[in-house]
């Protein structure tokens, strides 16, 4: 009896992991319409910019499902959070960011700021 318990309680878990991962996922219909978007600029520059101009028109649209968004990049790969310099003091971009914002520009007596 305690092992049906058991059971119950790991496949109730798995199931709620499956339900959390499945709410981070963007939805199918947004999903499908790039997916076209792609497939329709992949024809495009098959028939139209490779075949007849002979040349590559360019890269792909950020945030399709092979071109992650440049947001996503710097997220996964934590680039905010390192310090910049090597050298100077170690602080991260927003702590660098905040000290600029504070220091006065040169034309600050005449009641001009950044």
């Known amino acids: 009896m ?18 959390e991962w499945a709410r981070e996922q963007p939805s199918l219909s ?18 139209v910019d490779q075949a007849y101009f002979g040349h ?9 499902p092979l071109n992650p968004m440049y947001a996503e ?7 905010l959070d390192k310090p910049l310099d090597v050298e100077g003091p170690q602080q991260s971009y927003e702590q660098q960011v905040n000290q600029a ?3 006065k520009g040169p034309d600050a007596d005449r009641g001009i700021s950044l």
């Open 73 to 79: 990049l710097t997220r996964e790969r934590g680039i």
């Open 30 to 47: 947004s999903e499908l319409k790039s997916l076209a978007r792609e497939a329709l600029k992949d024809i495009r520059v098959a028939l």
């Open 2 to 19: 305690a092992a049906e318990g058991d059971l119950q309680r790991m496949i109730e878990a798995a199931w709620d992991k499956r339900n």
């Open 101 to 103: 914002s504070q220091q």
């Open 56 to 64: 590559y028109g360019g890269h792909g649209e950020p945030g399709t």
